[in-house]
């Protein structure tokens, strides 16, 4: 029967790690954790939470600690997580990698949180490898990714993740961006690294030096990357953000083809529509039916778990909520109360799986 050992770095992480410990804990034969560096109690919770701790000098390079702390097991099977992230779902699932052959990299739900801007919690998942046979090596000086050689594939372990929280993502502000400069001098071509730093500096709002960061990745993605529909997204955003609409909308028309089966593409799309439209009254008569159009699209396609990046609700009651307020805008007093009753139904709908990710069942959309 074949082990499987949850590897972990970490470095001052006493708010969750005995959350997450706790999670993997009925799942996995044995922990560890390196420590890069702890000045908090993080080293005496994983011992009391029956994790093995090592020590490990911080070189400014998260694949030479992920790599050093892989080394400390024999087990076939590692599953990585970081302390921010907890098991929610699935996690008895892995008892079936017992009796396979380590000849795979898993890919596990990671569903991240993240503070909405009209006020609540959202939940964006991504499809990450975090089961690693013995062997696999990661790369990458920050953002770090296994080297590629084997296949991969979807496994049904859901992961939470919050440290995208407001709360939480400011004790590490500024860690990420002066790795990505050291890593962007090395390999001042890789789209990967711009986008990365793109997404850094753009929820920091720094919007204008994303944006530059963005078209240098848009230049070079490979049409099959993972990350690009974030990339899309992230594009569109930023640059609704800085005003510049007449960009956004011809990258959208030129990204449309792709993302035809996309609701979070048609729920972007139509919130640069309407800003266009705010900021542009005299085309509003062509522009509101439009955006209408895009979040009824959004809703048709439906939730998309599968989809890299989506984020929850955009397919059922986010983009049914925007209905009801573009509606109330226009004085349709009865389309208003009807997809606001509707967004109430799909968001309820929705909490059968409240912390997966996997938003509304099907069927739900309703013209």
Request: proline share 5%.
């Given at each position: 029967m074949n082990r499987i050992a949850l590897v972990m770095i970490v470095r001052d992480e006493a708010r969750s790690l005995e959350r997450c410990l706790v999670s993997a804990l009925p799942w996995v034969d044995e922990m560890i954790v390196l420590d890069?560096?702890?000045?908090?109690?993080?080293?005496s919770i994983a011992r009391r939470v029956g994790a093995r701790v090592a020590q490990f000098t911080w070189c400014h390079d998260f694949a030479a600690a992920r790599n050093a702390a892989l080394a400390l097991t024999d087990a076939p099977?590692?599953?990585v997580l970081d302390a921010d992230e907890w098991i929610t779902h699935g996690g008895a699932s892995l008892g079936s990698l017992r009796s396979q052959d380590a000849a795979f990299v898993g890919q596990v739900n990671v569903a991240s949180q993240f503070d909405r801007a009209e006020g609540g919690t959202g939940h964006a998942p991504s499809w990450l490898p975090r089961l690693l046979p013995a062997g696999v090596r990661y790369s990458g000086r920050i953002h770090e990714q296994p080297e590629p050689g084997l296949p991969r594939r979807r496994l049904p372990l859901v992961v939470a993740h919050d440290g995208y929280l407001d709360a939480h993502k400011a004790a590490k502000a500024g860690r990420n961006e002066a790795l990505l400069r050291l890593a962007l001098a090395e390999e001042p071509e890789d789209a990967y690294l711009h986008y990365q730093l793109g997404k850094d500096l753009e929820l920091r709002g720094c919007y204008a030096a994303a944006e530059l960061l963005y078209q240098r990745a848009l230049a070079a993605v490979h049409d099959a990357a993972?990350?690009?529909?974030?990339?899309?997204?992230r594009s569109l955003f930023t640059l609704k953000k800085l005003g510049r609409f007449e960009a956004a909308l011809a990258l959208a028309e030129a990204e449309r083809p792709r993302w035809a089966g996309s609701p979070d593409f048609f729920f972007t799309l139509g919130d640069v529509l309407l800003d266009t439209a705010v900021a542009a009254p005299a085309r509003a008569g062509e522009l509101l039916p439009a955006v209408e159009a895009s979040w009824l699209r959004a809703l048709e396609i439906g939730e998309q778990p599968q989809l890299h990046d989506t984020v929850r609700g955009r397919g059922s009651w986010l983009a049914a909520h925007n209905l009801g307020v573009l509606h109330a805008g226009l004085g349709h007093?009865?389309?208003a109360t009807h997809w606001r009753e509707r967004a109430a139904v799909m968001q309820r709908e929705s909490e059968v799986f409240p912390d997966t990710g996997w938003g509304t069942a099907p069927g739900l959309f309703a013209p």
């Open positions: 890069t560096g702890s000045v908090d109690a993080t080293p099977w590692r599953l993972a990350w690009r529909h974030d990339l899309v997204l007093t009865l389309q």
